[in-house]
């Protein structure tokens, strides 16, 4: 069974940082992409941030949040982190980590629809 469980949200004042987790499990974690993405009350989902399989040496960033947001990932913990610093009221949403299989280490994909497996969430609030 899989499961991606994502950990680290909170409410932070603007300026502040927050650093997410997702721990993944029942899969072979370093065959997978991973992927960030949010949801905003009212909104669709959206992509953040993504890196490719095995060194994760691809990464991909929204325009939104490129500059501010790191991605990373570290297989030996089966886990992926999301950096988010200079963070600002809009960051507000949900967000969700995925795991996309994939035969090769190219570009990661910023499309929700394709990834395999996603995690339930964890709320980020950011205050003005």
């Known amino acids: 069974q899989v499961q991606l469980i994502e950990s680290g949200g909170g409410l932070v004042q603007a300026g502040g940082s927050l650093r997410l987790s997702c721990v993944a499990s029942g899969v072979t974690f370093s065959d997978y992409a991973m992927g960030w993405f949010r949801q905003a009350p009212g909104k669709e989902r959206e992509f953040v941030a993504a890196l490719s399989r095995r060194s994760g040496g691809y990464t991909v960033y929204a325009d939104s949040v490129r500059g501010r947001f790191s991605i990373s990932r570290d297989n030996a913990k089966n886990t992926v982190f999301l950096q988010m610093n200079g963070l600002i009221p809009e960051d507000t949403a949900v967000y969700y980590c995925?795991?996309?299989?994939?035969?090769?280490?190219?570009?990661?994909?910023?499309?929700?629809?394709?990834?395999?497996?996603w995690g339930q969430g964890t709320q980020v609030t950011v205050s003005s």
């Open positions: 995925a795991a996309d299989s994939v035969a090769f280490s190219s570009r990661p994909h910023e499309d929700w629809a394709e990834y395999d497996y």
